[in-house]
């Protein structure tokens, strides 16, 4: 059971990025998939979530309007597209699965399993 997120790297602000977690191991299917960030000296915060069998999805108030998070349902795989980042938007992003069909803001310590994250950083 794996979750392998993907796609980080060094942007400039305004400018795009796509992450993706894809899982190995298990379906998708009776999950809700969520991205967490953690920035240097900050608690990691939750971003957003997509419950895996019908699409629905929730964001935190900081991304709305510029994130969105997708689903491949052939791949097993969750994609959250990134715009107009800024340099808060800097941070480590995990993505996490909850067995729960739950939308909404989640609480890091009900998730189930959590990939290795992958660095965003965002220069002025």
């Known amino acids: 059971v794996q979750l392998q997120a993907s796609g980080g790297g060094l942007v400039q602000s305004g400018g795009s990025l796509r992450l993706s977690c894809a899982a190995s191991?298990?379906?998708?299917?009776?999950?809700?998939i969520g991205w967490f960030r953690q920035a240097p000296g900050k608690e990691r915060e939750w971003v957003s979530c997509?419950?895996?069998?019908?699409?629905?999805?929730d964001y935190a108030d900081s991304v709305k309007g510029r994130f969105t998070i997708s689903r491949d349902n052939a791949k097993n795989t969750v994609h959250l597209r990134m715009n107009w980042l800024k340099p808060e938007d800097t941070a480590v992003y995990y993505c996490?699965?909850?067995?729960?069909?739950?939308?909404?803001?989640?609480?890091?310590?009900?998730?189930?399993?959590w990939g290795k994250g992958t660095l965003v950083t965002v220069s002025s």
């Open positions: 997509i419950r895996f069998s019908d699409g629905r999805t």
């Open positions: 191991g298990f379906t998708l299917d009776y999950y809700t």
């Open positions: 996490a699965a909850d067995y729960s069909d739950y939308v909404g803001p989640q609480s890091a310590i009900v998730m189930d399993y």
